[in-house]
């Protein structure tokens, strides 16, 4: 009796590390990728290691499946099933569950009607776009090609061989023809911002009109003679640094922050003895001295007595 008892032991022992496969289970648990160990991996093989619900890796299997997991997009909502997802969130309304993470589209079809005419998906961003550049299929209308534009948007912009192609576009009437293909564009001179109130200089790099390039543009603009060349600015201003504020010695240091001006002050350091702050928001404006305080002017005026005269008393002694 002991020898059988020790010999189902021994069969039962000899079918363990196997149990799914060699003893009649089902191989499909140990194998499969799903959120578990990858069916090639040297522990996650159906005739290794891998765990029946599919959650251990083995040593060559991917936590993630054998397709593996794009990286999510910076700020992207994370997301395992369609649930997860706010179908009331217009970026964010479904679920990509491949890369994990909540997105706008996931097909051609779930733009179809887009009021803004970002009628195309472009799978790669889970957003719906205009156009999508580098997919001719997904692209704008005969005439026209997709390029990048804000924030990776394809955008479309008419094909050109010369400015009279362009002219239909009021927006943009010049052709670039060092672009290829060629495209209109706001402008390729100054000629082309002509028309453009407030911005009648042409950045070439950028071909747009924009308020200056240099301070030259900027002397007929009454108290902003320097022209901030910084990306994406091209604006004329007060100042960009103190030394710019010279001709205004009662406001000598330049204020960046929120607009830039000539200010008296940007912190309580930069005021005469005896001022108890520096006010105006961001990074100064005007000293504050306590009422009363010796380095204030007094323009307080006394106020004029209006009562009249009193007359003198009457002499009681009638002399």
């Given amino acids: 009796m002991v020898r059988h008892r020790l010999g189902w032991l021994l069969l039962a022992a000899a079918c363990a590390p196997s149990f799914f496969t060699a003893c009649g ?13 990858a069916a090639t991996g040297t522990g996650g093989s159906a005739t290794g290691g891998g765990v029946a619900t599919g959650g251990a890796p083995g040593t060559g299997g991917a936590a993630t499946g054998s397709g593996g997991m794009a990286l999510n997009d910076a700020g992207r909502i994370p997301c395992g099933d369609a649930g997860t997802c706010n179908p009331m969130n217009q970026n964010a309304r479904m679920c990509d569950i491949a890369n994990q993470r909540c997105v706008e589209c996931l097909s051609e079809a779930d733009c179809a009607g887009d009021q803004g005419g970002d009628i195309h998906c472009n799978i790669m961003q889970g957003r719906c776009r205009p156009c999508v550049v580098g997919d001719p299929m997904l692209g704008c209308a ?6 990048p534009g804000n924030n990776n948007n394809g955008a479309c912009v008419t094909t050109c061989a010369t400015d009279t192609d362009c002219a239909a576009n009021a927006n943009n009437p010049a052709c670039n023809t060092t672009a290829q293909p060629p495209v209109c564009v706001e402008c390729n001179t100054n000629a082309h911002c002509a028309a453009n109130m407030g911005n009648p200089v042409c950045v070439v790099a950028s071909h747009t009109c924009e308020e200056c390039l240099t301070n030259a543009d900027c002397a007929a603009v009454a108290g902003q003679p320097i022209c901030d060349t910084a990306p994406n600015a091209n604006n004329c201003e007060a100042c960009l640094v103190d030394t710019d504020c010279a001709a205004t010695p009662a406001t000598p240091f330049c204020r960046t922050m929120g607009n830039n001006t000539c200010v008296q002050c940007r912190v309580v350091g930069d005021c005469p003895a005896g001022a108890t702050g520096c006010s105006g928001g961001g990074n100064g404006g005007t000293c504050q001295f306590a009422p009363g305080d010796a380095a204030v002017p007094d323009v307080t005026v006394p106020a004029i007595d209006a009562r009249p005269e009193a007359a003198p008393p009457a002499d009681a002694s009638g002399g």
């Fill in 142 to 147: 005969t005439g026209q090609v997709c390029v």
């Fill in 25 to 37: 289970g089902d191989d499909s648990g140990g194998g499969a990728a799903g959120t578990g160990g």
